[in-house]
């Protein structure tokens, strides 16, 4: 069996996910040992204090919201415990050049050493293994290195003019030969945590197909292998034509919210009130908290309609991470059949399959260790073409994932699940329609991914999209169904579980603590109140304008975007 050794310059978490994947794609090799290369980290004391400050008083109002702490994550040590057997012994060292790193690598013997950040092996070290080293690099197109070490929140050094060379070399008898290169040029809402966490991804998955081209030693050239698989896997939406014409790129992306500041602070001193303690500190004391689902279609640093920038996106899950249990679909069915929920919970899925997903929604999956679940619906997969709701407004280029980009992902455990098979409308109630949209997305899915497909999540996901018939045909198809209209799940409840309710996911932390706390439902008959006492005023009001006595015409309801952030107006809560 040939043995694989690792020598990482990389935060700890991507050291581990490399180890995983190679563990995972290249079965017939063992990873005998891994070489951590740490160095300490600059940061400014000023920005260290006030994230301290901010943090803690941020910890201490949701531990007095939630009833209880945030949670702990777990640490190198305690990962590298769990995978103890699958990557053999550790050593963690300040510098390359240690004896005790030679000593080590030495007494293992590799067949093949993979670096990971390092761009000098020495080359006592090099002539040791007998397939040679790979080496993953990313680097500027201006030639300057790009720094690999450091967490992507505090990468100081991404490139400035919004583009990344990423390149797999081989080295063997002295001698360096190209295996793979790819150009990740900028994107228009690209910022440099997102670029650094897609830089990160495709090295990683380019060093995972390069070392089983080496190791399998199959037909062909190994760099001929990577580039096709390279060709096949890797997104259209990195064609340059796709991407930023202007220079630099930004440190951040703006804060995305759907409601103004002012109106945000006055919805938060609901999260304090007596009602939403009392109900939080009963919920974690009688362990039946509710498992929320949340719902979203498109994780991309392009314009387009439902689209969530990769950096804000990863900046909520860091928050929901910290606070929340976030659970795959198998898993939140598995707690509410059981009664027993002792920590808020979140669920978080994505629906219709777009292909920009395959790489910004898996690098923030994969950075933070969080599952996915993602609705597909199998047509626009099929036929490599977009979908018609987007064709409808003009949108162009976005095109669903292919089987083979859902296979690659499912390998790694995420879930996919069934979303009719052309995103049609189930509001319909023609029988026929809706047993081959449903029916045969189901069996689809099944021959491709060679497992049982469970759930199904109704296109656009409204009552008005869920005709009688619908839900029927769901209820007999599957084991759960979804909607989209708010609502919570609650774990013991004496109705069927089939029907699970979702609620949009927000493009920040703090609203997204509200939609969790059903702020905004809770809300609602004070809002009505108000208004309604506005009326009865300007009513009595003898000095007021005729024309604004004047009676109100209704206008033809706007219909909603499927992926619209619903305001507190529109949500309907259903909680059986």
Known sequence: MPTLTLICEANERRVLLLAEQLARHIPEAQICGIVHVTRPRLTSLLRLGLQLIGNT????????????GPRQSNTFLSQLGKHQGDIGNVVVTRCIDDPEVFKFVSHIKPDLIITLG???????????????????EISNIDGSVHDQGCKCEQNSKAQDKGRLRIEIKHTANAEDSLVASFDLDTQPLDSRVSLD??????????????????????????????????????????DPRHCATTEGIRDSVPPLRARSVWKLCIYSFFLLSPSILLRNWFRRRRRQHPIVFLTSHLISDREHRMSLPTEAFYRVVRFLKGYYRIVSLSEAVRLLESGNIDEPTVVLTFDDGYEDNFVNLRAVSEETGVPVVLFVSSDPVTER????????????GFPALSWDQIRYWAADGTEFQSHSCSHFDCGSADEVLLEREMVRSKRILEEQLGGPVTSFAFPF?????????AVAIAGQTYDHFLSCFGGENYPGQPRNLKHLFRKHLQGNAWESELVLQDIFEISVPWRTLIRSSRRRRRRADPCEPAFRRLPRFSTPAIPQSENSVQGPDELKERRG
């Open 385 to 396: 073409r977009g979908f018609a709701h987007d064709y409808e407004r003009g949108l162009k």
């Open 118 to 136: 390092i761009r000098y092996i020495p080359q006592t070290i090099a002539v040791l293994p007998s397939i040679g080293v790979l080496r993953g």
């Open 57 to 68: 008083v941020a910890c201490w109002a949701l531990r007095l919201v939630h009833g209880g």
């Open 461 to 469: 996901g409204k009552p008005q999209n869920m005709s009688a018939p």
């Open 197 to 238: 966490l897609k830089s990160e991804l495709i090295l990683r998955d380019l060093l995972v197909q390069s070392a089983a081209a080496f190791v399998q030693q199959g037909a062909g050239k190994p760099s001929d292998r990577v580039r096709a698989w390279a060709a096949v896997m890797l997104p259209s939406c990195f």
